[in-house]
């Protein structure tokens, strides 16, 4: 079995068992555990359904491949960035440095947004050195 195969298989069953634990912990009077455990096991459940990646983030993992096969291209990077088609190394680093103050999680945003960001970066930087 594969790996995300077996990982998709765990989510759900963990989901499936945590939703019917929080039920009966919930009806038995212990709400205070059961509605917390519920709520995470419906979690777990939704990242299963979509596949095993965070809505957020919406980004595999991209180890070293090139930035055409990352999904994004150089549009889509100058566009999150708010950079222009002549933007230089600067300018982009500059960008995304502004950019992440906003969107990193530890001021509030998410790893999703920062991993798009800092994605976009690396494509327009991949670029520049083409």
Wanted: glycine content about 18%; hydrophobic content about 40%; aromatic content about 0%.
């Amino acid at each position: 079995m594969k790996t995300e195969t077996a990982a998709q298989s765990t989510r759900i069953t963990l989901g499936v068992i945590g939703v019917l634990a929080g039920l009966f912990l919930t009806l038995r009077g212990a709400g205070v555990l059961g509605v917390p455990i519920a709520g995470a096991a419906i979690g777990m459940l939704g990242i299963a359904m979509r596949g095993g990646r965070s809505k957020a983030g919406g980004q595999e993992r991209t180890g070293g491949r090139a930035p055409s096969q990352r999904g994004m291209d150089a549009g889509e990077a100058r566009e999150i960035l708010g950079v222009g088609k002549d933007a230089g190394e600067d300018e982009i680093r500059s960008a995304h440095r502004t950019l992440m103050k906003r969107v990193h999680p530890d001021a509030g945003g998410s790893d999703g947004l920062a991993s798009r960001v800092t994605l976009a970066r690396d494509v327009l930087l991949d670029a520049l050195k083409k």
